[in-house]
Structures are given as C-alpha cells and as structure tokens.
C-alpha cells in the first residue's frame, strides 16, 4: 500500500511547504484587493441602488455592524458554502466578502463625507461651465450688472406703479448671490426680521401660521394653494367713498395734488429719498382721509422705492420694515379690486417681488431668508396660473422668470447642507425658466436666462451623481445636452 503524498508514514498530515503558504496568503490577498476595489467602483456608478436597498445606508456603523454579522453567519451556516471542499478557495471567498464588506463602508463612508467620484475626464464644456459657475458664487450680482456686496447699489427705482419692467426690480439680485450672502452672515451682523409670530406669513394672514406644515420642499404646493385662497378670498371685501365724495374733500385732494407734484419733481431730476419720504407722508395722511385704492397702490411702491435707498445705504433694519410696509399696501390693495382679473394677479407678482426683495437682504438671517424665499415662489407661481391679456403679457413673462430664479434660490440654499429633498426646487426651477423662454418679444434677457438653465442643468447632474436619480428627473446625459445647449446659446 503506497502512502497518500499528503501524510507521512505515521498517518498524520504533513505541513505545506512554506512557499506553497506564502502563495495561498498572496491569493487572499488578492481577493481581498479585488473585491473592495470593485465594489467601491461599482457602487460608485450606482450609488442610488445602495440608497433603494438600505434607505437607512447613511448609519454606516449599524448597516456595517449586520452585515458583517450575517457575513459570519454565511460563513458557517450555508450548507452551499460546506461544498467548496478547497480550504483555499473557501477562505478566498471569506476574505471576497470580507472585501466587499468593506467596499460598502469605504463606499458610504466617503459620500457620507460628502466625496464625490469623478469617474471620467470632464469635457472642456463641462469644465467652462464649472469654472463660470464657481466664478459667479463669489459675486454679488444685480440683474444685469456685477456687483460687490460691499458696494451695494441699485438704480434709481421708476415710481410710476404701471411700469413692470426688469430694468424696474433692480433690488432683485441673481441666484448665486444667495450663497455669498449666507457665507458673510454671522453672529453679529446677522439681521432677524422682527415678527410677532416669528414668522414672515403674518403679513398675509397670522392663521395661516399655525394651519400651515413645515415649510419644506414637498409641502410648497400646499402653502402656494393655502396662501393663494386666503390672498383671493379677500378680494372685494373692503370699500371706499364714490368719487364726488372724494374730490369734494379739499384735504385729501390737496394732498394728494401734493405729493403728486413732488413726484414729478423726482422723475425729473433724480431721486431724492427727502422729497419721496415726503411723498410718502403726504400721501399717508391723504390715506387716513379716505383709503383709495389709489393711494394704497402708489403707497406701495413708495415703499419698494425707498427699500431700495435702504439698500444702498446698507440699512437692512429700514429696508426691511419699507418691504414690509409695501407688501401690506398691496395687499390692502386687493381688497378693493372686484374679481381676479389681470389686475389681482399683477398684485400677487408684484408681493412675490417684495418677498424675494426680502431674502435678497444680504445679511438677513437664513431661516427668514428662506422663508422669504418660498413665499415669493408661492406668490410667482400663483401668477403663473393666469393667462394675461395681451396688453399684461410682460407679467406672466416675468412671473415664469422670477419663480424659476427664486427656486433656484432656494436649490441652492439647500444643496449647501446636501439636502435630498432640494432636487424638488431644481426641476421647478428648470421647468419656469424654460417657459419664460416661451415669450420670444421678451428677449432683453435672454442671455442670462440661458446662463442660469445652463448652471440648474449642471447641478441636476451634480445631485445625481451625488445622491442617484429620483424618478422625477431625467438621465443625467440628458441635462448634459440641455447644458450643452443653453451654454451654446447663452454665447
């Protein structure tokens, strides 16, 4: 009987050779190598898969904490796994799990740390394209014009209340402005607005406070309905005197005559916050004569003009209070009117203009600038609903702008803290943009407008690299050739 090689002459096992062992532990090795390299590349391509299968991936020591628990109990308990009969190949798929345990950690771990994996050679579009857009967050930009925030202007606002023009909303800044005014906040010099409730949505109704949910991305089609409702029920709810009645008080028309004087003064020869301040006062005591709609509607702008003096002298406290008082004149305003014409919803774009005036205060405290924010995109969209004469066209034109400008706003605001749910903002802001590309006669901006499409269609690819694709959103190679495009316009 001839020996088996494995034994000696005893009968008991013999010991591989030491080379033999050094070549077994260089092949676990290997696999071990390969797995958490594969698994890390992988799941960087598909990092949405890992968030579908485990929603609660992000806890990296409790997902990793099972899985190398069952990973144990694979190891012993599979019958499958006893069939391997190589010891070698069996410790080889060991250590390939152990790896690809491991890869899943790394994997999340760096994404958690909010690292990105740049799978591919970005093209030189791509690379203008975040070059221009890491450019623009550190400017403070007017509509049309660069500015610091350390030089904060605007020009001389039109005080004529049927003019709704762009050149007119010069305090509205651009979207990347958003960013360098929420780096330049801090602990003392930050500006909180002061409300009774604390909260911005007592100027339209203290009640919608508390039947309001949580001001968060899902919820902006409930405030946008709720707020809408509450502006429209208040439609033809007040009076005022008739006319006879009106000019027949020698008071009211001498103050008004007044004041109107005094305006024509500051068309002609520039603004004058003494002489608009005097306006103002001229024509608020007219107001506690008889509260015309009239008076209500020129108190308003008014107001916006004097918001923008503020501005400029960097009074954010002033500014504020002079937004404030504008947005109760028009809505007083609306108290007056009869129906929901073209008239209401120019009132409803021109308090979206007020609010996002608001979050345009550079160093307005974020809560409130948020705030601010979601109640102009409310009041734009509502705008948005109506189909204007073609004598008002220019303001739904707008409205579509401005609501894609303030959701980008807003994206930004929470793509800074990697909010998951900011993708909702992203698309709104998209889809306005693109149909105030619609209105062709109003191409005065138009660079612009596909500048700021070219950036959301950049981040869109950005989010899904980062986080997957919720099935809201396209492909990521198609907002590249959206990006593609609006870049190769905006040019």
């Not at 968030?51 to 904490?65: N, R």
């Not at 070698?88 to 345990?101: E, L």
């Not at 857009?133 to 202007?153: C, I, N, R």
């Not at 919720?470 to 870049?487: A, G, V």
Request: proline share 3%.
């Amino acid at each position: 009987m001839h020996n088996h090689p494995s034994q000696n002459a005893k009968g008991k096992k013999s010991k591989p050779p030491k080379n033999q062992e050094k070549v077994g532990k260089d092949t676990l090795a290997v696999y071990f190598a390969l797995a958490l390299i594969c698994t890390f590349f992988i799941g960087s391509i598909t990092y949405g898969f890992w968030q579908i299968v485990f929603p609660a991936i992000d806890s990296v020591t409790v997902v990793g904490g099972l899985l190398y628990g069952l990973l144990a109990q694979v190891g012993i308990t599979i019958p499958t796994f006893c069939l391997v009969k190589s010891k070698q190949k069996r410790g080889n798929i060991i250590v390939s799990t152990i790896g690809f345990v491991l890869g899943i950690f790394v994997l999340v771990a760096s994404r958690s740390a909010g690292y990105e994996v740049q799978l591919s050679t970005p093209s030189s579009e791509e690379r203008e394209s975040e070059e221009a857009s890491s450019s623009m967050q550190g400017q403070s930009v007017h509509e049309g014009e660069v500015l610091s925030t350390d030089d904060y202007e605007v020009s001389d606002p039109l005080l004529h209340p049927t003019e709704n023009d762009l050149s007119s909303d010069t305090d509205i800044l651009s979207p990347n402005t958003v960013l360098t005014n929420n780096e330049s906040v801090s602990g003392q010099n930050v500006f909180v607005p002061q409300t009774e409730s604390g909260s911005l949505l007592e100027l339209i109704d203290e009640s919608l406070v508390s039947r309001l949910p949580d001001l968060e991305s899902e919820s902006k089609s409930i405030w946008t309905s709720m707020i809408s409702d509450t502006v429209k029920s208040t439609i033809n709810t007040d009076s005022q005197p008739d006319s006879s009645t009106i000019n027949g008080n020698s008071n009211f028309t001498r103050k008004t005559t007044s004041a109107n004087e005094l305006e024509d003064e500051i068309i002609a020869n520039g603004l004058d916050e003494e002489k608009l301040r005097e306006v103002i006062q001229l024509r608020e005591d007219a107001f506690d004569i008889y509260k015309t709609s009239g008076v209500r509607h020129l108190l308003a702008n008014n107001y916006h003009s004097l918001a923008k003096i503020c501005l400029n002298k960097k009074d954010w406290d002033a500014a504020y209070s002079c937004y404030r008082k504008s947005i109760e004149f028009e809505l007083s305003y609306i108290r007056l009117l009869s129906r929901a014409d073209d008239a209401y919803f120019e009132q409803l774009y021109n308090i979206a203009v007020l609010f996002q005036g608001i979050g345009d205060i550079p160093y307005v405290e974020e809560e409130y600038r948020i705030e601010a924010y979601f109640l102009a995109a409310s009041f734009f969209e509502t705008a948005c609903t109506n189909s204007f004469e073609a004598q008002n066209i220019k303001t739904e034109f707008l409205s579509n702008y401005y609501a894609g400008m303030v959701n980008h706003k807003l994206f930004l605001l929470e793509w800074t803290s990697r909010s998951r749910s900011s993708y909702r903002y992203l698309l709104d802001s998209i889809s306005y943009y693109q149909r105030s590309l619609e209105y062709s006669e109003y191409g005065k901006h138009r660079n612009l407008q596909y500048q700021y499409l070219a950036e959301t269609c950049l981040y869109a690819q950005q989010y899904i690299q980062y986080f997957g694709r919720p099935k809201e959103m396209m492909e990521s190679s198609q907002y590249f050739k959206l990006q593609s495009k609006y870049e190769s316009l905006s040019n």
